[in-house]
């Protein structure tokens, strides 16, 4: 390491990183031109950037012996083998198995029941026989590939409702749902009638129970992001299909635990057809979507029991039963102060209002919530209280700060930082994180090439802060699952929902509540240091790998002698990786390791060596 008065060493450190820059782009742009394609063939797109660039400069270069250092002295790397073909599709938190030993009241028994450390596996889920990477958005909005989830139950049980069709080797999604047969374009543009999509000032969206997503699929056209949600049952591998297409969702379910989101996250909620049962538990689902919904939000209800008396014959349901549903779901809806603004056909649009003045005479009177902090969810219990609103000083004005239309909130001074809500973190620190983390991606950027070309669309950062790495990478071509870490220092993610970006809770020492090969990129910045003492390096990055796809990328930033130590894990997983100097330069102990997890599946040679 050259000291800070070794200037000659300094500039020979300076030019090698240059090197390895230069060195790591072709070695990303390489990559993309052999990739697998949604067509099984090689990537047209990344082909034609392959053959658009000038690694000449490399051509009389020792690439191995100029990028950062790696001691290899503590011993061999560890080769994970592969795990059974039968756990292609496993899901830790959600096993099957498991599940049925739990409870099956309010669905306790779908919620996450993770294994113990003895029952964890130690080996490398596989992909299946014929995977190939998505086609690119907006096609992945219409396709997949069967080979990646060869599941053909749904194109027989929703035949006639449109959701799903097999066509050769390819799924097809024409855009319908039980809900919508007119399209997905339609019934948004029906609801835009009403919530004021089209203007920005609607943004986030949490949908309830949601099918492939295709709600979501076709929001985005609105430039609206939906978190959709749908456990993993007999409906197989809908939220599979969701991510497959591109579009964000996890596997979950209203049951007893409150959703993994803070509080005030989400301008609109909605339930298609949803089967949720708003009106039982005395409303406490109701409740815990108020929680979630901003003040001056809207809730969509869709389907039973909106107009039963026109439906009730053919949802083969007793109109008594169908009649009781509904008059709790407005009683529920009047304590929780929302106003009902549109009721046409099946469809329901309640408006929670902006602001509560909770002493009012009201009959009944609302319970609300003693918390002290309503957005401390991890594993809590749902409660029968309402979710006070943030105080204010007037009257008329909007709990939670007046709202700002996207993409304007994106970089605008968060209410919840303004407001002096989250210590430690001032107006001046919110700014300094946004130019740091445009500094960071564009440095990312001059190093994996393919960042900007549509490869990545499906993102997830592991330690997302004030979501400033999302916010530097926004583009229609991807988004990002911004995860903050239930153990992290300060409670950010509702600082990342009012920016108009999406997240939720979640602790690395457990897995992910997503199907394998699910993600193209994920970002890890200071994950290891954070968790150091918390629970095996190794763990967690056999969660990465199962959730990354084939030919996915991986981007560490942490210091060296972590860097160091992940470096060799993720050797014997058939991960190629590249350390990089911090863009400040050689002398900054923080350091960038970037990986690329190799293609290979279920059946093939089983070696883990390099190649």
Known sequence: MATKGNSGDNRSRSSVSVFIVAGLCCFFYILGAWQRSGFGKGDSIALEITKQTDCSILSNLNYETHHVGIDDSEGVVNEFKPCSDHYIDYTPCQDQMRAMTFPRENMNYRERHCPPDEEKLHCLIPAPKGYVTPFRWPQSRDY?????????????????????????????????????????????????????????????????????????????????????????????????????????????????????????????????????????????????VDRVLRPGGYWVLSGPPINWRNNYVAWQRPKEELEEEQRKIEEMAKLLNWEKKHEKGEIAIWRKQTSFDYGRGRDPQPTLCDSTNADDVWYKKMELCITPYPETSDPNEDAGGAWKPFPERLNALPFRIFSGSIPGVSPETYQEDNRSWKKHVNAYKRTNKLLDTGRYRNIMDMNAGLGSFAAALDSPKLWVMNVMPTIAEKDTLGVIFERGLIGIYHDWCEAFSTYPRTYDLIHANGVFSLYKDKCDAEDILLEMDRILRPEGAVIFRDHMDVLVKVSKIVRGMRWNTKMVDHEDGPLVPEKVLFAVKRYWVAGEDNSTSSE
């Open 144 to 288: 997949v590939p069967y080979a990646n989830a060869p599941y053909k139950s749904l194109t027989v049980e929703k035949a006639v409702q449109n959701w799903i069709q097999y066509e050769g080797n390819v799924f097809r999604f024409p855009g319908g749902g039980t809900q919508f047969p007119r399209g997905a374009d339609a019934y948004i543009n029906e609801l835009a009638a009403v919530i004021p999509m089209d203007s920005g000032m609607v943004r986030t969206a949490l949908d309830t129970g949601c099918g492939v997503a295709s709600w979501g699929a076709y929001l985005f056209k609105k430039n609206v992001i939906a978190m959709s949600f749908a456990p993993r049952d007999s409906h197989e591998a809908q939220v599979q299909f969701a991510l497959e297409r591109g579009v964000p969702a996890v596997i979950g379910v209203l049951g007893t635990i409150k959703l993994p989101y803070p509080s005030r996250a989400f301008d609109m909620a909605h339930c298609s057809r949803c089967l949720i049962q708003w009106g039982a538990n005395d409303g406490m689902y109701m409740m815990e």
